[in-house]
């Protein structure tokens, strides 16, 4: 679905929260889209009916509350890899980010004797430059982001190792803690963080110019770009978008764990990639957002509690996940083809 400036070949708008393609046979297309678009709702419930009835402590309050401070991580990232994924591109480097900000935030923390303030800074800013160099890169050097990321992810799994001499970080302060491990009344704060990103990101791709730009690259770049969409620009930004909630994972996982660990975040990126796109954004751009992703990382949150909570071997976890993926890649190229 390219969103814009109407230079794709069928004129869009937005109804009721969904665009609504004007075809010669009306609106028929407007509840093809409601029904692809919650779809992923549904079996996000009916999963959770089957882990209920399954699992009598699922559904207690202390375990929904578990759920959602583990898939705030993950969703954070989510978040920021669904606008590099929206643009037809992919940022494998984000288990590693999230490591090297985790553990330049200990450091602040514990070698630098730095505030929270400087500890928070200091990795966002390094991660959000060091976006914004893989988009220059990429857009600058034209090289695949497949493998400027894929380069990355051992550059920064490298510099952690480097820094920390490969041990973990330990010793932060109360007050750097409290960012990871804290309540507000009965809600984490990462659950607060990540609802508040998500809010930021649904409201910057579906209210702002920059938003539009970023559908249409996905769905056609040359269009978007004789059209009068700076492509190069809308691409540094988004990946400096996707490092920036990686380190802001970070961070947290840090504050969470007491500890900057530099083996963090390992095989982080499936968790995040199978987010996006079980919530129904396309590997191939320019569909899908922010709600499907959250609901996304929600299903593989409760997935992974559901079957811990059924001594499932983590082994086939890994097995249920990487098939869900497929799947769902399958699932989008036969809509793709209707």
Request: net charge positive; aromatic share 6%.
């Amino acid at each position: 679905m390219t969103l814009d400036a109407r230079t794709a070949a069928e004129t869009a708008k937005h109804e009721g929260g969904l665009w609504v393609s004007e075809s010669p046979g009306g609106k028929v297309s407007f509840w093809r889209i409601l029904a692809e678009r919650y779809a992923i709702l549904f079996g996000f419930l009916v999963i959770c009916a089957i882990l209920a009835m399954l699992c009598p402590n699922f559904l207690s309050v202390a375990n929904i509350l578990n759920v959602l401070r583990q898939v705030s991580i993950t969703g954070i990232m989510a978040i920021g890899a669904t606008f590099v994924i929206l643009t037809g591109g992919i940022d494998l480097s984000v288990g590693s980010v999230l490591a090297l900000a985790g553990i330049l935030a200990a450091g602040m923390q514990v070698v630098h004797e730095a505030g929270v303030f400087v500890s928070v800074l200091v990795p966002l800013i390094v991660t959000g430059l060091l976006g914004i160099l893989v988009g220059l890169v990429i857009t600058k050097c034209h090289v695949a982001p497949f493998i400027v990321t894929l380069g990355v992810m051992s550059v920064a799994r490298g510099a952690t190792l480097v820094y920390s001499k490969g041990y973990p970080i330990s010793g932060l302060t109360r007050e750097f803690r409290f960012i990871g491990g804290g309540l507000i009344g009965q809600i984490p704060i990462p659950v607060i963080i990540y609802a508040l990103v998500a809010i930021a990101g649904s409201i910057v791709l579906s209210q702002t110019r920059f938003g539009r730009h970023v559908y249409a690259i996905g769905g056609n770049q040359e269009a978007a770009r004789l059209s009068g969409v700076l492509v190069e620009k809308t691409k540094i930004i988004v990946y400096g978008i996707s490092s920036l909630t990686a380190g802001l994972s970070g961070v947290i996982l840090t504050s969470r764990l007491n500890s900057g660990e530099p083996v963090a975040g390992v095989g982080q990126e499936l968790d995040v990639i199978a987010s996006v796109v079980i919530g129904g954004t396309s590997l191939m751009g320019g569909e899908g957002g922010i709600f499907g992703t959250v609901i996304g990382s929600l299903l593989i949150g409760v997935l992974n509690n559901g079957l811990n909570l059924l001594n499932v071997s983590s082994f086939y976890q890994q097995i249920v996940k990487g098939l869900i993926i497929v799947a769902a890649v399958i699932f989008d190229q036969l809509r793709r083809r209707r």
